[in-house]
Each structure stands twice: as C-alpha cells, then as structure tokens.
C-alpha cells in the first residue's frame, strides 16, 4: 500500500506533466459509485430532458460508477483545457457559432494529449492501466470534476472556476493507480440569475441548476437530428451551432483568458463570413472552412437546416 508521500508524489508528477501538455486544471478524486449524483441524473431522465438523446440513457450503471466502466478503477482525474478566444465573428448579423467549435475538433487534439500523459505517468509513475476520456463514453465529467475541486457546477450547470470561468473542454483518466484525492470547492454562485434570465427558451430551471436538454438551443442545433420545433421559432438568438449565452453573461468568465492552443485557431474564413455567405453557404465551402471541425457533427445539411431556421 502506497504511503501518503508516494500519493502525494504521484499527483504532484500528474499535474507538472499536465500542466506542460496545456491543461489549466488538474483535479483527482477517488473512483466510487456516484450515489447522490445516480438520483439526479435519474430525475433528469424520467422528465424526459435528454430529449432524443438516447444515449443519455444507455449504461446507466457504467454512467455512475467507473469502476463498472473501467474494472480495477482507482481513481478519476479530471482535467481541463481553455479554449475561450476574444475573436468574434466580423459580421454581427451573422448566424453565430460556438466559440468551442472555431478550430479544430477537441476531441481528437484532446485525446493525443492525454495517451502522451499516461505514457509519461507510465514511465514515472509506474505501470497504469485504464482509460482517457473527452466526451467519449458515458461519464458523468461536470460531476467528477466537481468532486475533484476544479469548479462549482452553476445554476447554468456549466462547470465554473472562480478564477478561470467556463470556457473549457474537460477530459478524464481512470485509472487502476491511487493518487492523493482532492476536495470540491465552495459554490459561488450565490444570488445570482443572469443565465436564467438570459436563456431565451428557457432550459435552465427558474431555481438553476437543472437544464430541460431538450430545450437548450446547443441541443436544437447539434444533438437533434429531425427537424427543430416550431415553438423555437425566433427564439434562437441566431446561433446556428451550439450556443454561449449562459456562459458570455456569466460575471465569473470575466476571468476568462485566451487560450494558447494554435489548434483551436479558426480558419481564416470563417470570422469572415458574413450574413449572405452563410445563407448561400456550399457543400464545397463547408467542408473547407470547417475541415477537421466539430461542426462537421451536425454536417452540411444538419447546418443548412440551422440557417434556415433562423430566418
């Protein structure tokens, strides 16, 4: 069994690595069934605010204990990776995009980051074994890195640090190795309401702290598939891709600093584009300007069908 010096160590190793790959934050907590957060997520399910995603609902055991997920789990890291950017879209009358999806995709430049830090925690550490996530099996991420002490989950139930704000990608490791655990950290939201306010369909409950998914504009344009619902018309704001409303009138994310990813740089055209060049926008012209994007999820036609929306 490891002494506290040697667990201590080991996250002391993990966070220099992870810091020199470009994660911001660094939290670790240990790998147990999610009791508290198996309630919620239930209530969430049985309202039926997952809307089509039917995922939501698959592996619900696996969802709530990694150590169903990854058998022989010990620990789970949370990291997290900034991406915000000041660089806004030229034409202001322009359908918006997310500002997560201006570069390239993060899941790939995420997941490259973390096999390296494993191989590295491999030879410092000693043998690991277990998984990396970003976004890419059923974890519950907002809730570890909660339990992690890297943020708060706010009324938006965006994951917040308060003195780095939301504009981040989270990933994890499970891993079979313990290392010294972390505490969570204090909510700060306190009275504030401006996400609410703000939510022009209403998905995040009058109280906070519980979103209606099927309501939340990112959903409309990037999770569902079939048509958007009409009850939604002139209620989108003009995002086209994803949305950052509840995040841009956050106070916390004037703490918000431009990343130093070269990767999640947009193509040159993209800020470019105006209002017209979006309506009359090309199969050609898509898969240029967002080549290796996570716009690519929705595809052609899946954006296509935001802009007309909107109009």
């Known amino acids: 069994m490891a002494t506290l010096f040697e667990l201590q160590n080991r ?5 220099n690595h992870a810091a020199r790959l470009g ?24 309202k039926n605010h997952h809307g089509k ?35 806004k879209q030229e034409d ?8 997560y999806a201006f570069g390239k995709d993060y899941h790939f430049i995420i997941k490259n980051k973390l096999k390296e830090l ?8 000693g043998e690991i074994n277990g998984r ?13 890195a909660k339990r992690s002490g890297v943020g708060w989950i706010g009324k938006n139930t965006m994951l917040i640090h308060p003195k ?24 700060y939201c306190g009275t504030c309401t401006r996400c609410i306010d703000a939510c022009p369909t ?5 109280t906070g702290y519980f979103m209606d998914g099927s309501k939340c504009i990112s959903y409309l344009t990037i999770e569902l598939k079939e048509n958007i619902p009409k009850e939604f018309k002139g209620k989108m704001e003009n995002w086209m891709f994803g949305c950052d409303i509840c995040q841009e009138v956050c106070p916390w994310n004037r703490f918000s600093r431009k990343h130093e990813e070269p990767e999640f740089e947009p193509h040159p055209d993209l800020l470019k584009m105006d209002k017209k060049d979006w309506e009359e926008i090309t199969r050609e012209v898509f898969n240029k300007v967002f080549k290796k994007s996570a716009v690519k999820r929705t595809r052609f036609s899946g954006l296509k069908r935001n802009i007309d929306f909107l109009d």
């Open 23 to 46: 994660f911001d934050m660094v939290g670790i907590a240990k790998a147990e069934r999610m009791d508290e957060e198996a309630i919620r997520l239930e209530k969430w399910l049985n």
């Open 202 to 206: 209403d998905a995040i409950s009058p």
């Open 11 to 15: 996250a002391a190793v993990l966070r």
């Open 118 to 125: 494993i191989a590295v925690l491999n030879e410092e550490i």
């Open 164 to 187: 780095k704000g939301s504009y981040f990608f989270l990933a994890e490791l499970i891993i079979d190795v313990e290392i010294a655990t972390d505490n969570p950290i204090k909510d």
């Open 53 to 87: 995603m039917a995922y939501m609902a698959n592996h619900f055991e696996k969802r709530i204990d990694p150590t169903i997920l990854v058998p022989g789990a010990k620990t789970v890291v949370s990291l997290m990776y900034n991406y915000y950017t000041e660089k």
């Open 92 to 99: 202001e009358t322009a359908p918006k995009i997310s500002k």
């Open 132 to 144: 990396c996530f970003v976004d890419s099996a059923p974890v519950l991420e907002r809730d570890w």
